[in-house]
């Protein structure tokens, strides 16, 4: 029964990729607004009800990777060390390369440029991630609220949380931008970290 188990989970997993590989393929191609949930489907040889059950909307074949990327933030900020400040630990998460970014093979480069591309091009993709950004700005002002003994309705936290998830924002514009200009991966992690250290250098006067 247990290896049934796994093999049926292990069957899902592969189902999941191939889904999202293929609508990442397809929106890379022609963009995420012209793709429909049908042809990725079609694509991938599953009905559009697989889909779903794996993906709950058509922008989660992009973003369902982000849950993760916010559970590793916020432990970042509360396993820092004893004399690490919040934005110290916060700028060590958000500054490290990572997907695309994290190569300066060619491939990667252009890989980053289409990334740039599917998401500068859809607005739908620009509002979910404004979304997923909110989101991220409640669970970081919650944790230092939580940290600091305050209430999570209080100002503080909130001013602390938007001022980094700000930056956060700032960066993955500039990043985007550099990106569709063509500036290679290399070039572009060491201008965000060159750009992010000076940010978080403004936030660490006000932010301990």
Do not use: C
Request: net charge negative; no cysteine; glycine share 6%.
């Amino acid at each position: 029964m247990a290896s049934e188990l796994g093999l049926r989970e292990l069957k899902k997993q592969r189902t999941r990729q191939l889904i999202a590989d293929t609508a990442w393929r397809l929106f890379a191609e022609r963009g995420f607004d012209a793709v429909p949930v049908a042809e990725i489907a079609r694509e991938a040889e599953v009905s559009e009800a697989t889909v779903f059950n794996y993906f709950p909307t058509k922008e989660d074949l992009v973003f369902h990777r982000m849950e993760a990327f916010e559970d590793e933030l916020l432990d970042a900020i509360r396993e820092r060390g004893e004399d690490e400040s919040i934005v110290e630990a916060f700028g060590r998460f958000v500054l490290r390369p990572r997907g695309f970014l994290g190569s300066d093979d060619p491939e990667a480069t252009e890989g980053m440029r289409r990334v740039a591309w599917v998401m500068t091009g859809s607005q739908a993709l620009q509002a979910r991630e404004r979304e997923i950004l909110d989101r991220y700005t409640s669970t970081v002002a919650a944790l230092i609220a939580e940290e600091r003994g305050m209430s999570a309705g209080d100002p503080e936290p909130w001013v602390m949380a938007n001022a980094l998830i700000g930056l956060h924002r700032a960066l993955v514009s500039y990043t985007h931008r550099q990106a569709l200009d063509g500036v290679p991966n290399r070039r572009i992690a060491r201008n965000v970290v060159t750009h992010g250290k000076r940010a978080l250098a403004i936030l660490e006067d006000g932010i301990e």
